[in-house]
């Protein structure tokens, strides 16, 4: 039973303190130890937001002082008609995305792990496209997709169709750079979605055999339930990614053709790096942070809300 303060002994209150007094000091040794690593953090994570939220609300000069403009940066930004655009691209990209990216490293991973051999064969070849670097795969894609003598058009008129400008044309440059998209990353999602199916224990599995259940009914009713949480993350992780994306629109499209690829953080590059306009540059980086936000809390608490019910 609990002693509080009023009944305690001078004894006891004496012995309370001194525990307490020691449960301080050791919390200060591990704030202490702590600090160097919140040091770091703060100055590379926390002050360039910080500095990104005052710059936005300013007109940023590099060689004097910088003077406060309110909502001048947002307005510029709103009424520039790339916003809609760059807004839409990624809103297209992350659709694509979720179509021919999420849900295939599941099916994948399922498959891998329903396997009896070359489990591990497969793991590894399904791996390596992530350990090559983003500029030698956009180069070794950017060959594939070529208009003139690219593997693809070559492989398409082998077959008696019609040679395609991939990375030229409006309609097919999107799905051309989220397929190169999915290559890149799938590895990485499907080694995701295979640790979490080794939490999954094997009872379950030999309860359903045992019953009589099919592959397709123990998929169904054990497999996807136990992967939800991680699906869950994986697609705010995959739509938080997507709509960031710039390495691949910057050195395949430039954000052509007619703006088809350019994206808020190409439009960010642009304004700070091009046109050294940093006050609006920031007001764009604000924008990417408040929406991007508002969507990773409004999903994870849908998703919460239909757990519950």
Same mark, same amino acid.
């Given at each position: 039973?609990?002693?509080t303060?009023?009944?305690a002994?001078?004894l006891?209150?004496s012995?309370?303190?001194?525990?307490r007094r020691f %449960?301080?000091?050791?919390?200060?040794?591990?704030?202490?130890?702590?600090?160097?690593a919140?040091?770091v953090?703060?100055?590379?994570?926390?002050?360039?937001?910080?500095?990104? =939220?005052?710059?936005?609300?300013?007109? +940023?000069?590099?060689n004097?002082?910088?003077?406060?403009?309110?909502l &001048?940066? $947002?307005?510029?930004?709103?009424?520039?008609?790339?916003?809609?655009?760059?807004?839409t &691209?990624s809103?297209?990209?992350a659709? @694509?995305?979720v179509l021919?990216?999420?849900?295939?490293?599941?099916?994948?991973?399922?498959?891998?792990?329903e396997?009896r051999r070359?489990r591990?064969f497969?793991?590894?070849?399904?791996?390596?496209?992530?350990v090559?670097?983003i500029t *030698?795969?956009? @180069?070794?894609?950017?060959?594939?997709?070529?208009?003139?003598?690219g593997?693809?058009?070559?492989a398409?008129?082998? #077959?008696?169709?019609?040679?395609?400008s991939?990375?030229?044309?409006? %309609?097919?440059?999107k799905?051309?750079?989220?397929?190169? @998209?999915?290559?890149?990353?799938?590895?990485?999602?499907?080694?995701?979605?295979?640790?979490?199916?080794?939490?999954?224990?094997?009872?379950?599995?030999e309860?359903?055999?045992?019953?009589g259940?099919?592959?397709?009914?123990?998929?169904?009713? #054990?497999?996807?339930?136990?992967?939800?949480?991680?699906?869950i993350?994986?697609? +705010?992780?995959q *739509?938080?990614? =997507? *709509?960031?994306? $710039?390495?691949?629109?910057f050195?395949?499209?430039?954000g052509?053709?007619a703006?088809?690829t350019?994206?808020? *953080?190409?439009?960010?590059?642009?304004?700070?790096?091009?046109e050294?306009?940093?006050g @609006?540059?920031?007001?764009?980086?604000?924008?990417?942070?408040?929406i991007?936000? #508002?969507?990773? =809390?409004?999903?994870?608490?849908?998703? %919460?809300?239909t757990?519950?019910?």
């Amino acid at each position: 039973m609990a002693i509080t303060n009023a009944s305690a002994t001078p004894l006891q209150a004496s012995k309370i303190t001194t525990t307490r007094r020691f %449960r301080w000091q050791e919390q200060i040794a591990a704030y202490g130890f702590l600090l160097p690593a919140l040091i770091v953090y703060g100055l590379f994570a926390w002050f360039p937001i910080i500095k990104t =939220v005052i710059f936005s609300f300013q007109k +940023v000069s590099l060689n004097g002082p910088s003077t406060w403009v309110g909502l &001048n940066n $947002f307005n510029r930004m709103l009424i520039d008609p790339t916003f809609g655009i760059a807004w839409t &691209n990624s809103i297209v990209f992350a659709s @694509l995305s979720v179509l021919m990216g999420f849900l295939l490293p599941v099916f994948v991973a399922i498959m891998i792990n329903e396997m009896r051999r070359a489990r591990a064969f497969f793991r590894l070849a399904y791996f390596l496209p992530t350990v090559i670097p983003i500029t *030698v795969a956009i @180069l070794i894609w950017r060959l594939i997709y070529s208009a003139d003598n690219g593997i693809l058009n070559a492989a398409i008129t082998a #077959i008696g169709g019609e040679s395609q400008s991939w990375l030229q044309n409006p %309609r097919l440059v999107k799905p051309a750079i989220i397929v190169l @998209l999915t290559w890149a990353n799938f590895g990485s999602t499907i080694l995701i979605y295979l640790a979490a199916l080794q939490d999954i224990s094997a009872e379950y599995y030999e309860a359903a055999e045992v019953e009589g259940a099919t592959p397709f009914e123990r998929i169904r009713y #054990i497999t996807l339930p136990h992967l939800r949480s991680t699906m869950i993350i994986t697609f +705010v992780l995959q *739509v938080i990614f =997507v *709509v960031q994306i $710039f390495t691949e629109p910057f050195l395949l499209t430039q954000g052509g053709p007619a703006n088809a690829t350019l994206t808020p *953080v190409l439009m960010i590059y642009r304004k700070a790096f091009l046109e050294n306009d940093f006050g @609006l540059a920031s007001a764009w980086s604000l924008s990417l942070i408040i929406i991007l936000s #508002i969507f990773s =809390v409004f999903y994870l608490r849908l998703s %919460r809300n239909t757990e519950e019910n």
